[in-house]
């Protein structure tokens, strides 16, 4: 259960329901890698600012469930606005960083990259989409990316816990 914090920014109310730390499985695959299963933990805080500290920390998961290897993190600032409005800046482990804009709205928020960078090592990402949302108290989200010469398509899916 969620408790909400006393400073809570106003601006920050459609995204309430993310503060937390949460943990669970999810699923990657994409024509240019193998398919695997991850474990992924998320973090969203706050300090009475109308943004949202982000971390995620994953791992490749084996056939049975068990830690294989350190996989992607990424962190940023999700940034809360007038009319549920979105602003989230990430950089990635990978070399990569995004500007994505967005909306929130009853259990759901929904971002689109308006941006890339990417360092001269990393792989050519240029454009995703995500769609996060609060079903039966889990958070299920979905990225769609373009990258590698690839048109925008599912790439990664999850369902997390609340821990």
Known sequence: ????PENLHPLCGPVVWLLGTWQGNGHGD?????????GQELVFQQDGRPF???????????????????????TGFLRCLPE?????????????TEIWYGVADAGKMEL???G???????????????LYGNVEGDLLYAYD???????????LWARLQRV
Do not use: C
């Open 112 to 114: 689109h990259t308006a």
């Open 30 to 38: 994409y024509p240019t890698i193998d398919a695997y299963e991850f």
């Open 116 to 130: 890339v960078g990417y360092t001269e090592t990393a792989k050519e990402v240029t454009a995703g989409h995500r």
């Open 145 to 155: 990316m373009e990258a590698m010469g690839q048109e925008l398509q599912p790439h």
């Open 52 to 74: 949202f500290h982000y971390f995620s920390r994953s791992w490749i998961l084996d056939a049975e469930g068990n830690k294989v290897r350190e996989a992607a993190q990424e």
């Open 84 to 96: 549920g409005k979105l602003e989230l800046v990430l950089s990635h482990n990978t070399g990569f």
């Open 1 to 4: 259960m969620l408790n909400i």
